[in-house]
């Protein structure tokens, strides 16, 4: 749903350092700098930037999507020896569903990141919620139209 998304940091510098190692283990990467923004992303294209501003964003939670467990494992590792805060460690959030799961840190500016992998152990993604099928209207049967004149009402006088 969403294409790309960009989040405002107080320090560029910093901000792509941190990034760089925390995302490694996601399998994202800096794709591009243009000096004063930077875009983050997979082989196809770039989905996350950072851009250097007077005031960081307002502190956003952005959750980045882990091809297995060992990678949020991994991410959460990273994040913290890059200077994140522990803020849930890795392991399973059963309340949103079965194979939820996901890790948090507060990254420098204050941002609470997550990763988080929905697959079961051993890779197998969860089996989407079957929608009930659509039931088929029957065809209505149209009643036949009466030849015969309705009731007249009687005038008053």
């Given amino acids: 749903m969403i294409d790309h998304f960009t989040l405002t940091v107080s320090n560029l510098g910093r901000s792509k350092a941190f990034y760089n190692r925390a995302l490694a283990p996601l399998g994202y990467k800096l794709l591009m700098d243009f000096g004063q923004a930077v875009g983050y992303g997979d082989e196809k294209k770039p989905y996350f930037w950072l851009k250097e501003g007077p005031e960081a964003s307002r502190p956003m939670h952005i959750a980045f999507q882990a091809k297995n467990r060992a990678a949020v494992d991994a991410f959460h590792s990273a994040a913290l020896a890059a200077g994140a805060r522990d803020d849930g460690r890795p392991g399973l959030r059963e309340m949103y569903h079965p194979n939820y799961y996901g890790s948090f840190v507060i990254e420098l500016d204050g941002h609470p990141i ?37 009731a007249r009402r009687k005038k008053r006088r």
């Fill in 114 to 150: 997550e990763a988080v992998c929905h697959a079961a152990p051993g890779g197998a993604k969860k089996a989407p919620a079957k929608k009930p099928a659509a039931k088929k209207a029957a065809p209505r049967k149209t009643a036949k139209k009466s030849r015969a004149k309705p």
